[in-house]
């Protein structure tokens, strides 16, 4: 699992575009809990209606699938951002200085060529879909009330290209990180240890009374 991280910054250029970034994951992150809420909402409306006068929402299970995509995809760039996904923490623990950013590098990396390929996939099934000729300019359609899909399936590409912004930058950090051999990079998340989650955690609880 993922521990908690913290990411630093400074006045270089990598630190002034990841805070910019941020402004921006930031803005996508609370798209997608407001989608969240929004559904609760619907959730309550559609059993109020079947309760109370046998008419539930129309097209509830349409706007759930709609509304899927914004919650599984605009978030994970302001994750990665802070170290918040699936880690290997028992090795990375036991790395440090150019052996643990050679390590970070490789794997995101790694994570860039996947999401590449992603975003390429992503955006033909987009364009699958999408059709100006058509009604509503869309080929498909769902099932009960005739939404269109294509602005859903925009969503993947749309994510995905955020967090490999994200993952350019964090290239961009480790890699210079590597180079310079520096102890605390900016624009990449550090991992912190247990002591060092327990003193923030501490700082943050004394910032509350």
Known sequence: MAGQATVLDDNSLLSS?????????????????????????LAVVSVSGRNAINAPLPGYVDWIEQAMPLIAFLGISYVQRDGGHIRMDIVISRL?????????????????????????GSWSHFDRSFDFGAPMWSRDSSIDI?????????????????????????????????????????????IQDAAAQAAAEAEQFEGQD
């Open 17 to 41: 575009l990841d805070r910019k970034l941020l402004r921006l994951e930031r803005f996508l992150a609370l798209i997608s809990g407001l989608t969240v809420f929004s559904l609760m909402v």
């Open 146 to 190: 005739g939404i269109p899909l294509w602005p859903a399936k925009l969503l993947a590409p749309v994510a995905f290209s955020v967090l490999c912004l994200r993952l350019l930058l964090q290239v961009w950090g480790y890699g210079r990180a590597l180079i310079l051999g520096a102890e605390s990079p900016v624009a990449v998340p550090l």
């Open 96 to 120: 440090h200085g150019r052996a643990l950013w050679l390590f970070e590098l490789i794997s995101v990396l790694l994570m860039l060529v996947l999401m590449l390929a992603l975003v390429w």
